[in-house]
């Protein structure tokens, strides 16, 4: 069974950072997607980084430049690295895990953007 805990979120004025670390249990991590979701109020999740198990990345043009995924597979853990936030970050941030066969959610953190 696959758990993912996210950690990291928080309150931070606009153009600061955080880092978003998500642990995931269960074998094979090495070999999942991971990726990092978010959803503001009144809007549809969407995606905003993904690593895939061999290191390439793809990240949302919206966070593109102010945003890395990183993955760090002898401690089964995926971080999002955020510089330079905007007030429109402000979101729940998911954590992601694909494996053959089936998908899992972390339960999200909340990072609130401040003027």
């Known amino acids: 069974q696959v758990k993912l805990v996210e950690s990291g979120g928080g309150l931070v004025q606009s153009e600061g950072s955080l880092r978003l670390s998500c642990a995931a249990s269960?074998?094979?991590?090495?070999?999942?997607?991971m990726g990092w979701y978010r959803q503001a109020p009144g809007n549809q999740r969407e995606l905003v980084a993904i690593i895939t198990r061999s290191g390439t990345t793809n990240i949302a043009d919206s966070v593109k430049g102010r945003f890395t995924i990183s993955r760090d597979n002898t401690k089964n853990t995926v971080y999002l690295q955020m510089s330079n936030l905007k007030l429109e970050d402000t979101a729940v941030y998911y954590c992601?895990?694909?494996?053959?066969?089936?998908?899992?959610w972390g339960q999200g953190t909340q990072v609130t953007v401040s003027s």
């Open positions: 269960g074998s094979g991590f090495s070999s999942a997607l």
């Open positions: 992601y895990r694909n494996d053959p066969g089936f998908s899992s």
